[in-house]
C-alpha cells in the first residue's frame, strides 16, 4: 500500500513529506495505523547525522501509538483493533543480553535496529524507485501506517487516548524507568533532576510517585521549572544565572541520593555526578553525540560515587509499557501535560526547531484525529 511519511533522505536536509510503499506484514509483525507519534531529541540526533552515517533514507519516529489494521502470520496476543503503544526494542528472548534479564540491551534488536531493518534484515519500505528505506528502531511512525514486530507493538488501555498513549514508548518509558529501574528511588530519599524536558519531567513524576523528597528540578528555562513544580518538583533551581552545583548543595547539604541528567551534554554529566552524596550513583538518561567525553574528579571514586547509562529506562519494555499505560490512563503520572504542541507530519520540521532551542516539552503529531483522541 501506498503510505504519506516524512523521509529523511540525508543528515542536515529538511524532512520531506512523501508518498512511499508499504508492504503488508510478515511472520511475526503487524500493521498499525498511526494515530499519533511523539517528536523526541533523538529523532533529531538522528535527522543531524549526529548519531552515526549511513542511516538514509530512513523514516524517523519511534514512539507512537494506533490500532493494529493487518496480523501476520505467526502473531499471538494481538487482533484487528487493538489500540497500541510502540516500542522501540523489541526483546528477542534468546540472546545473552536477553538472557540475563537485561531485555533493553538485547542484542539481536539492537543489530537490525542499527541496520534500520525488522528482524527479518529486510524493510517494508520503498521508495517509489524500489529503494528501500530503512525503519528507525523497527517503528517508523512519522508515517500514517507502519508495520513492526508484534513485540513492538504493547496493547494499552481503551480509555487512554492514542495522542497521551503515543508518549507511552519513548518519553514515559525511558523517564520512569530510569527512577524505578535504573536507581529504584525509595521513599523519603532525595532526587536532583537535571534538564526538565520531555524525559526529565516524567522522570520528577516518577520521583513524586516513588515518595521522593526533596525533588530538585534543574533547567535553564524558568517556564519548564514552574512545570516541574507543579508535576511534584519540591524545589527548583534555574541554572542560567547561577551556578546550579553549589544552589543544589545548598538546597540538599552534603548531596542527594540519586541525580538524573536528561541534557545529553558532558557538562550536565558532571553535574550530575558534583550534586551526589557518598556513595550515590548519578543516572545518565541524556543521549550525548558521538565523540562526546565526560571528565570526572578521579579521587571522589574513593567516596563510591558511580555514574551510569540508562537506555530505554532500563526497562523490560514489552511489559512495563502496559504497566505505565495502566499508571497513566489512571491518573497517577502527568504524561497529557506534557504536550505542549500538535501538528501533522509537515510541522516536524518545525518541532525540531524547538526543540534545538529548548522551547516546550513535547510535540504530538497527529496522523488520524479520530482515534488520537
Ligand atoms: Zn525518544
Ligand atoms: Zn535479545
Redesign the pocket.
Known sequence: MEVAAAVLHAPGRPLSVESLTLDAPRAGEVLVRVAAAGVCHTDLHLAEGRLGDGRWPMVLGHEGAGVVEAVGPGVAGLALGDRVAFCFVP?????P??GRGRFNL????AAHAWAGTLLDGTSRLRLPGGEAVQHCNFVSCFAERCVVPAASAVPIPADLPLRVGALLGCAVMTGVGAVRNAARVAAGESVCVIGCGGVGMQIVSAARLAGASPVVAVDRDAAKLELARSWGATDAVCAADQDAVAAVLRLVPGGVDHAFEAVGLPATMRQAWDVLRPGATAIVVGIAPRGAEVALPALELLSEKGIRGCYYGSANPTVEIGMLARLVADGRLAVGEAVSHVTDLHGIEAAFDRLRRGIGLRTVVVLDEESAG
Not at 91 to 95: F, G, N
Not at 106 to 109: D, G, K, L, V
Open positions: 526483546p528477542c528472548r534468546s540472546c543480553a536477553c538485547c542484542e539481536t534488536a
